[in-house]
C-alpha cells in the first residue's frame, strides 16, 4: 500500500461545526393578498378584486329589485308635472300602489338610515379608521387588546418587504374624501343646484306644490286654479310623501319657481306672501314643502347606497378577512367592533336598495343612479391609488 494511499485513509473526515442554517418559511401574506389569490382578476388595475365581486352583487340586487317590480307593478308612479296633467296623461291615483310596508316613503329604514345614509357611512369609516393598529400604537394605546410589550424586530425581519401595510391610513383619506365631494356635486351643490336637480330641470321637471282645492279663486280663494301653471285632480298622492289630500279629496297642483324645491324651505305665507295672498296665518296647511315632479329623477337611494356599500366593503373587508382567518388577537379589540359595525352597516344598504329597487323609481333613473355609483367608485379608487400606499 502507498503512502499515498495511507494518508488519504488516515485523513478523518472533518464535521462542520457549525449548525446548518435554519430554513424560515414566508411570513403569509396579509389579508389583501390572500383573497386575490382566490377572487377573479379584476380588468381595471386600480379596482381590487372584491370590489369588482362587490359590485357584481349589488348589480344583481338591483336588477332582481327591478325586474319584481316590473312583473308584479309595485314600483311607485314618478309624480306628474302640471304640465303633463294638463295635457291629458293619467294622474297617479289611478296608478296600482304597493301595500308593503317598504313602498312607504316614511317607512323606519328610509327615514332613519337612507334618507342618512352618507352621514351613517361616515361614522362608520372613521370610526374604523381611528381604531386602525397604527394609529391606535401611536395616539390611543389604551385601545390596544394586548398590554404586553411588542417584541423588538429581529435582523431578519428588519428587512423592507414589498407587501403594502395593512389599511394605510392616507389611501382611505384620499378614497372617503373624493366619494364625498362627487356626493357633494351630485345631490346638493354644483355652483349652483347640483346634478341631479340640473338633470331633472333639463328633461322637463317642474317645482310643485299641492294645494288645498279651497285655495281656488273660483271657490273664494287666492290662487286662480285654472291658469297655465295650476289644476285640480282627484288624488290620494299627487306628488307623493305626505302631501294635501290623502283622503283621496280633490286637491289642486300648482308650479312654483324652481328656488322654491332647491331651496328646500317650507312654503309659508310668511316667507312667499306674493304667492298666498289673504291666506291667515295658523290655517290649516300652512307649511308646504315644494318637490320636483316630472323629469327624469335619478334614484339618489340607489346612487347613495351603492356608492356607501362599495366605499364600506373596501374599507373594512380586510379586518373580516383576518377575523375569518382565525386571527382574533392580530387585531385590537375596538378595531374588531368597527370593522364588523362596517360591514354590517353595509349588508343593510344592500337590504335598503333590494327595497328601493323594488319599490321606487323607474328602470331609466335606477340605472342612471347606479351608473353614477360605478363612476364614482371609479374616482375615489384611482385618487386612492395615486397617493403613497402608507
Known sequence: MSSSTRSRRSKPTRMSSSPEPEVKSAPPPPPSESLQAVLPHSPVPFISQSQLITLIFVAAIVAHGTLYASYHGTNTAPAPSVSSLQQGDLPPSSLPQSPSYFAQKG?????????????????????????????????LPFLSSSTKPQPKPTSSSSKPTTSRPYLPLLPRLTKYTV??????????????????????VYTGGECSIQLPVELCSVAGGAVECTSQSAIVISGHNALGGGAVGGDGKEVMLMTVPQEYCTR??????????????????????????????????????????????????????????????????DLPWAHKITGLFGFGLAGLWVFILSKTAMYFHTIPEKISGFSLAVAGLILFQFAGASVPQK
Do not use: C
Not at 366619494?179 to 341631479?196: M, R
Open 107 to 139: 317607512n323606519l329604514f328610509n327615514q332613519v338610515f337612507a334618507k342618512k345614509a352618507w352621514g351613517w357611512t361616515t361614522l362608520a369609516f372613521f370610526l374604523h379608521l381611528l381604531t386602525t393598529p397604527s394609529f391606535i400604537s401611536s395616539y
Open 179 to 200: 366619494a364625498t365631494l362627487f356626493w357633494i356635486l351630485l345631490t346638493i351643490w354644483l355652483a349652483g343646484p347640483g346634478l341631479f336637480e340640473r338633470t331633472m
Open 264 to 329: 328646500r324651505m317650507a312654503v309659508t305665507p310668511k316667507s312667499f306672501p306674493d304667492l298666498f295672498p289673504g291666506w291667515v296665518e295658523g290655517e290649516k296647511h300652512h307649511r308646504l314643502h315644494a318637490r320636483w315632479s316630472g323629469g327624469h329623477d335619478v334614484s339618489g337611494h340607489v346612487f347613495l347606497l351603492t356608492l356607501s356599500t362599495l366605499l364600506l366593503v373596501d374599507q373594512t373587508l380586510p379586518t373580516i378577512m383576518i377575523l375569518l382567518e382565525g386571527g382574533v388577537d
